[in-house]
């Protein structure tokens, strides 16, 4: 994927001047040794330049760090730490922060070479917030090197997310649709978080879209989509439009990123495109979703700008989905309840038309969007992609603002069981623990839409940190305690 940054994190050693600095000279060479041997030596960097004791030191280490093209730090607490110049690094250092520390290694230390870096993060902790600077803090941020090294692994998809966020351009096509408001919010917070948006109309798309008629690179990506699609290309005749559509985006991208580096798309999909295009442009937005570049449906920016949080933390494909009915008791009866360990309210099924890439459906094909052909012809309403989600672990997750411009998140893990939908479009059987108590007091509670975005895998706690980072004002999960909206009788 060429849409997401690839991070290379900085350590950065400091000491407090009446600590021994070899100390922190030691330590961070044994945490850069401990990374190295268990993880990937072309990720990091260690700051040779000074142990940062003072803010003359603080200056030489963000040179040092800007010359290595560093885009995420790690502030290495080896001793104690001087807190006005550590926290000055972070608050000078263009990229996302995070902080740890050393713990004593053994006995012998304690009498002379205690480096009471357990004491020191209390007070980087309230110089950061003297200071409003945010910094990445680890559950438990002290430890030996093999702890720490982990530590600093464990912040690589965070930081990732945090850079592409701020280097991403959101590009997006027509309002929502009518009585289609759900997803429609203001664009404040995406400022806030450093997002650059480019709304644009759908007369501007079908334009550029008809220059595209005959462009010499159609036949090739034909074969592309007939390759990738295989037995399931049962539309064969709207291939070439599809084509025409998907270079379409591809070149408007390239012309319309500015002074970013990276690009998300909230499209539009109806009433009128199937009509003008001739098509629905599900399969695109599947396909250019499974490169990296996400492309949500109904312009959906905040399903878009969450799409994209989950491509960088996972480092793979993801989908946007609606959270969209209930599984039938009969089906729960008889494939689920005693197979699998889900209460009937703990189960749901995620449903869109066909904007899943193939490579996350079982046995794709190419139809037409059965909701839409209930009301136009068949023929306009081809391009969808359909098939059964594959089973396995995922994170449902989104990013939004509210419509009083508050931002609010929310991260539940599951799985999609390997049950047969019986259903159409892309869809899957999913089940999350409390599924229902989080449906009521998590997600009708706080006005979230629709739409979800998922991660295929377990990445709460990354997608967790990075809201919290962006400065969500809420995080909803599923939990089993009582939520306070929860009526307690």
Known sequence: MNNIPEIKIGIVAVSRDCFPESLSVNRRKALVTAYVKKYNKTDIHECPVCIVE?????????????????????????????????????????????????????????????????????????????????AYMPEYPVGNAEYCADLIHGFVPIARALVGIKNLKIISFGPRPQNFFACNAPIKQLYNIGVEIEENSELDLFESFNKHAGD?????????????????????????????????????????????????????CWPAFQTQFGFVPCYVNSRLTGRGIPVSCEVDIYGCLSEYIGTCVSNESVTLLDINNTVPEEMYNASIKGKHDYKFTDTFMGFHCGNTCAGRLCN????????????????VTNGTLEGDLAAGDITFYRLQSTADNHLYAYVAQGEILPVKTQSFGGIGVFAIKEMGRFYRHVLIENGFPHHGAVAFGHYGKELFEVFKYLGAEKIGYNQTEKYKTENPF
């Open 54 to 134: 003072n803010e003359i030191h603080m200056v030489q280490a963000l040179e040092d760090l800007k010359k290595n093209g560093c885009n995420a730090l790690c502030v290495y607490l080896g001793n104690f730490g001087p807190e006005i110049a550590e926290t000055m690094l972070a608050q000078n250092f263009d990229g996302p922060v995070m902080f740890c520390a050393a713990a004593e290694e053994n006995i012998g230390v304690l009498s002379s070479d205690r480096g009471d870096a357990y004491c020191g993060m209390l007070n980087a902790s309230y110089n950061l917030k003297l200071r409003n600077v945010k």
């Open 216 to 268: 010499k690179r159609i036949p090739e990506v034909v074969a592309d989509m007939e390759k990738e699609l295989g037995k399931g290309n049962k539309k064969p005749e709207i291939l070439a439009k599809l084509v025409q559509y998907e270079l379409t985006l591809l070149d408007w991208i390239e012309t319309h990123k500015g002074s970013k580096k990276y690009v998300a798309i909230a499209g539009k």
């Open 364 to 379: 794709p094909e190419m139809k037409y969007q059965k909701i839409m052909a209930r009301s136009l012809p068949v023929e």
